[in-house]
């Protein structure tokens, strides 16, 4: 026991360590971003609207990350970086996002995408070649989207033949970011013409050393969102490149692809929350200066607008709770994180359209204004869609959980224990990453049943912990209900009939993942320093906006539910902090 209570001690003071290093580090990069309203600051709102409207890269952000050493976030420990985990990673990129979607995308997310399958797939000699290039400021970039083809990625319109020792490429990407940058270079490409799940592979190379006569990159294109993002083309004939340039075995590529998805997956919706934080800071400084806000007694005392950012802050809550949960699932379960990547995925542009639908009630005519301080949020409008499609959109999030739905089903459904407390505990240290560990399904789904374990013991006789048991319990009849039609459905078989009704399963499981990773961070929080989450009115505001969702007829919320979250909404704003479920405290 004793050697038990020291080895307790010992991984808290190893977490708390790490939350403190964690914390300085955003700390850091929040003071450098400084005041985003400030007209003077360089990195606010006026100069990144700017060269928005030019379509050019914010070059004073991309100095301001070059000079925070961004591109150390993106190597592994091991090879003399500083990332430790998918966590801290999304804590830290937060502050970018929150300032510019198409900073953090440009500056750091294509580079770190990239190297996820290089990290990966990739043999130690190539680590180490773009580990080096990465700290010494260089980029990379990864093509895999097939436009052609509705961003199908296997059907690569760009081939690579066995020559000799090497291979020779022919076809093309036609929208690849940052690809004019890039001193490192991820492509996606068919080595075996006959289909099959060894029909791709993947090579890692150096754009530089291409040869011209056979690699020509085209036109730079610029599209509605993202417009400071660096979009072009290349097109290869029979270009030579070496056989070490191979990344992982050949036909490997559509394994290391569904693995790397899974994190960077994670990782860009986790972070698109800091997006969704500005939009909804931006509607309540508006309410406040046209009418007074809240504290003033003004028109945003109640009505529609208070409904709105309200309901825009519960919808950031819900969505947050299952980036957190998929976040840390990546360490503490990846063998299941297949669906759990997917489904936040999947949410993201629902969560998005329906918080930025609440916030334009508040902003009227001013959802349309490109300048000043309101202007970020017409920015936002246009970037954060973007994230959400591709190679890893919503049809391919759909592709990834509707397989396996009837497996879960049958043998994990109502029987797998529990997911472990740490999926939950916002700050809590996490085991090394093992890609090697990363499922492409594997019939498990611990998280829906902590929804059942957290449901069966919610106590306490008030108002609101009487709301969130009755909700709780009517989204494990929802569950009950899901589980039932996925097992008729399979036992029907594959007609075609059936097909739609998997599409509409989905959706209502994936919000059913993201109720079961709210009650087990409100269940966890209950022991946690933040007074907020240990209380139940947001896990009940939340539950109650999935259960409309999904079509349950639920009760009206305590009036002291909505009163209390209103007031977090208003404090949050005045005390600068973030609103995620981290609580970040904030510049300006």
């Not at 990739?122 to 093509?143: C, E, V, Y």
């Not at 204004?369 to 049809?395: M, N």
């Amino acid at each position: 026991m004793v050697t038990s209570l020291l080895g307790d001690l010992g991984d808290q003071a190893v977490a708390q360590q790490r939350e403190r290093t964690v914390r300085a580090r955003v700390a850091e990069l929040e003071e450098l971003f400084g005041d985003p309203s400030d007209p003077a600051n360089p990195v606010g709102y006026t100069a990144l609207l700017e060269a928005d409207r030019a379509a050019v890269p914010f070059a004073a952000g991309e100095a301001l990350l070059d000079g925070f050493g961004i591109t150390d976030e993106y190597i592994p420990r091991t090879l003399g970086g500083r990332l430790d985990g998918m966590d801290t990673l999304v804590r830290i990129m937060r502050p970018v996002f929150r300032r510019d979607v198409g900073l953090a995308m440009g500056h750091g997310m294509t580079t770190f995408m990239a190297a996820s399958d290089v990290w990966t797939a990739g043999n130690s000699r190539q680590r180490h070649w773009l580990a080096g290039l990465l700290r010494a400021g260089g980029k990379a970039a990864i093509a895999q989207h097939e436009t052609a083809h509705s961003n199908d990625y296997v059907r690569s319109q760009v081939t690579a033949r066995r020559s000799g020792d090497g291979y020779l490429i022919s076809g093309g990407k036609p929208m690849v970011n940052d690809l004019e940058r890039a001193g490192a270079l991820v492509l996606f490409c068919r080595t075996d013409p006959a289909p099959g799940s060894r029909s791709h592979s993947v090579l890692l190379l150096e754009p530089g050393q291409l040869t011209d006569a056979r690699a020509a990159v085209t036109a730079r294109r610029t599209p509605v969102g993202l417009r400071g993002c660096r979009f072009a083309g290349v097109e290869f004939d029979d270009c030579p490149v070496p056989g070490s340039a191979l990344l992982g075995p050949e036909g490997s590529g559509i394994t290391t692809a569904l693995r790397s998805f899974q994190i960077s997956r994670t990782v860009i919706a986790a972070t698109a929350v800091a997006a969704l934080d500005t939009s909804l800071r931006t509607a309540v400084r508006f309410d406040r200066e046209r009418s007074g806000g809240w504290q003033a007694g003004g028109r945003g005392d109640g009505g529609r607008t208070g409904a709105a950012l309200t309901n825009a802050f519960v919808n950031l809550l819900l969505y947050d709770a299952l980036a957190v949960v998929a976040t840390r699932a990546l360490h503490l379960l990846p063998a299941e994180t297949s669906v759990y990547s997917a489904a936040l995925k999947y949410l993201l542009p629902r969560v998005l359209t329906e918080t930025m639908y609440d916030l334009s009630i508040v902003l009227g005519s001013g959802f349309y204004t490109r300048e000043g301080t309101l202007g970020i949020f017409q920015k936002h409008v246009r970037d954060v869609p973007v994230l959400s499609l591709g190679h890893a959109g919503t049809v391919a999030c759909q592709a990834t959980v509707i397989p396996q739905m009837p497996r879960l089903a049958r043998a994990s459904w109502f029987v797998e224990d529990e997911a472990p407390a740490g999926l939950f505990r916002l700050r809590g240290d996490l085991p090394p990453l093992r890609t090697d560990r990363l499922s492409l399904a594997c019939g498990r789904d611990s998280l829906s049943a902590t929804m059942l374990a957290v449901s069966a013991g919610i106590d306490g006789t008030g108002p609101v912990e009487s709301a969130l048991r009755t909700l709780a319990g009517q989204l494990v009849e929802e569950f009950r209900d899901v589980r039932a039609r996925v097992l008729r459905l399979d036992a029907a078989g594959a007609a075609a009939t059936a097909q739609p009704a998997k599409f509409a399963l989905m959706d209502r499981y994936a919000l059913l993942l993201a109720a079961a990773a709210v009650l087990g961070l409100w269940d966890q929080g209950r022991y946690g320093p933040d007074p907020f989450l240990a209380d139940p009115s947001w896990a009940a505001a939340a539950l109650h906006r999935i259960a409309r969702r999904l079509g349950t007829r639920v009760a009206d919320l305590p009036a002291e539910c909505e009163t209390r979250i209103r007031h977090e909404v208003q404090l949050r704003f005045s005390t600068q902090i973030s609103y995620d479920l981290y609580s970040t405290p904030l510049p300006g």
